[in-house]
């Protein structure tokens, strides 16, 4: 009896656990995968990366295709010369850049420069030329003074909207003013330094002055190369940017700089204009008198009457004395880019001084006449 109720016991608490011992195996069950199902859960998610990479790779892609169809078309969209250089003179006087070029002129060694540009967040605009071979030279520009510091010299400021360096001031920021005198043209597409550039040539509309060449990034509107170039095309001085970047923010250097710190500008003595005995008769077209004085020479003291012309890409300097107070014979000389010519005309001897080629400076010479001594 106690046999028979000890088997009923037993087999009621089987009949209990074995559902519980069912749902933990089927629990259990539920949980573990299979090495197939692993492999196809490692397989979808590597799927899901492939895709996510291939989108990512197809977004950048039509962000550059993007990119370049807005450069392209603003390329396409600048269809003049000129047009073209007031990019580069938008891009000069309002961007904060760092531009690293060189100069090389025929016959003497390759300078390098350092040159930075920005606007401050009070809307200053700050400029920075520095010669970075040698003892130096850096020209500091903030607003309309420039300072200038050179080695045994000292420091001094001038009032000036621009600094004077190798790259012509009126090519930068205000090439229309050039159309009277040279024509611009468009030549094409080109490579410098690895980048797409538009090519213009800049020609005197006489053909009395030496000619230019000049490289505009496509991207920016940089200047990239300027060429000067003889009559006969032979290359006379060159430009060459070998790098640059465009910033959102002005470079750091400016931070350092402390207007109150800089020299205080000069005051230029005005000179008191006075009626010359003579008159120049020809010069290039759009080139006019810009300066006039009498200066002393050091060296032997004799007055000579002095002007200066420019087209505002070429000065030309003018000397006239009395042919009694003349010192030699005459002399032609070209150094480098520059002709320096002295002759006799009529009662007075002429010296001309300038970029200009040899024919140019003789015929300005010779057109040398007198005036009455009055009022010009």
């Known amino acids: 009896m106690r046999c028979n109720q000890f088997v009923l016991l037993i087999t009621g608490a089987l009949s209990i656990f074995s559902p519980l011992c069912v749902h933990a195996q089927s629990s259990d069950s539920s949980l573990s995968t299979s090495p197939e199902s692993n492999s196809l859960e490692s397989n979808s998610l590597e799927s899901n990366s ?12 039509d962000t550059v295709k993007q990119t370049e169809s807005a450069v392209e078309r603003e390329t396409n969209a600048l269809q003049t010369p000129v047009q073209w250089l007031q990019r580069l003179q938008s891009l000069i006087s309002s961007a904060n850049y760092q531009v690293s070029f060189v100069q090389t002129t025929v016959g003497k060694e390759t300078v390098p420069y350092l040159w930075r540009h920005g606007v401050l967040d009070d809307g200053t605009e700050v400029e920075q030329l520095n010669l970075q071979n040698g003892p130096g030279r850096e020209l500091i520009r903030v607003d309309g003074i420039v ?46 330094a690895g980048r797409s550039a538009q090519q213009i040539r800049i020609v005197s509309r006489d053909n009395t002055r030496f000619g230019y060449q000049l490289w505009l990034d496509e991207e920016s509107g940089m200047l990239l190369k300027l060429n000067m170039l003889d009559l006969q095309g032979a290359l006379l001085e060159q430009i060459q940017i070998s790098a640059f970047s465009v910033m959102a923010s002005p470079s750091p250097y400016f931070a350092r700089i402390n207007p109150s710190s800089l ?15 003579w008159e ?63 002759l006799k005309a009529g009662k007075a001897q002429v010296t001309v001084l300038g970029e200009i080629p040899l024919q140019t ?11 009455n001594n009055s009022d010009d």
Do not use: C, W
Request: aromatic share 6%; net charge positive; proline share 6%.
């Open 50 to 61: 492939q895709a996510k990479n291939a989108t990512e790779r197809e977004a950048n892609a």
């Open 147 to 192: 300072s200038v510091f050179e080695p045994d010299t000292q420091p001094y400021s001038i009032r000036s909207r621009f600094i004077n360096g190798p790259i012509p001031n009126i090519l930068l920021h205000s090439p229309q003013k050039l159309l009277k005198s040279y024509e611009f043209v468009l030549v094409g597409r080109a490579r410098v």
């Open 263 to 277: 020299p205080e500008p000069i005051m230029m003595a005005s000179s008191q204009s006075r009626a010359h005995g």
């Open 280 to 342: 120049v008769n020809y010069l290039p077209v759009g080139m006019k008198e810009v300066k006039r004085d009498t200066r002393r020479l050091a060296l032997t003291g004799q007055v000579v009457e002095y002007k200066m012309y420019s087209d505002g890409l070429v000065d030309v300097s003018v000397y006239v004395q009395p042919i009694e107070d003349a010192l030699g014979g005459d002399i032609a000389l070209r150094n480098e880019v520059s002709t320096f010519l002295t």
């Open 361 to 371: 400076a003789k015929a300005i010479a010779t057109s040398i006449s007198a005036v």
